[in-house]
């Protein structure tokens, strides 16, 4: 498995952006799926959006389409998500996650096989 640390999180203005970071070690970073989910207080955990081991293919969860944007560099085993347009129902937990298994195009939160400790995400009105 890998071991995932995220950044990028804090307090931000309704409109604004900001851009996480999550940081893996290991060396099977790059052929395992990568996804972004957030647990806003008293609520259960969502899936935000996901992207293929390759980078080639990308899923978004309906409230965040067009505003926000994953994107991976393998050769920095890192994953990054970009939130544009924030609304303060944004704010929650982001945490990242990996893939358990190999090469696939997406990833569920019931196969996700390491989690990050998550960063938090503030949007004020």
């Known amino acids: 498995q890998v071991q995932l640390v995220e950044s990028g999180g804090g307090l931000v203005q309704a409109g604004g952006s900001l851009r996480l970071s999550c940081a893996a070690s290991?060396?099977?970073?790059?052929?395992?799926?990568m996804g972004w989910f957030r647990q806003a207080p008293g609520k259960e955990r969502e899936l935000v959006a996901t992207i293929s081991w390759s980078g080639g293919s990308t899923y978004y969860a309906d409230s965040v389409k067009g505003r926000f944007t994953i994107s991976r560099d393998n050769a920095k085993n890192t994953v990054y998500l970009q939130l544009n347009s924030l609304k303060p129902e944004d704010t929650a937990v982001y945490y990242c996650?990996?893939?358990?298994?190999?090469?696939?195009?997406?990833?569920?939160?019931?196969?996700?096989?390491?989690w990050g400790q998550g960063t938090q995400v503030t949007v004020s009105s």
């Open positions: 290991g060396r099977t970073f790059s052929v395992r799926a």
């Open positions: 996650a990996a893939d358990r298994s190999y090469s696939r195009n997406s990833v569920a939160a019931a196969d996700v096989g390491s």
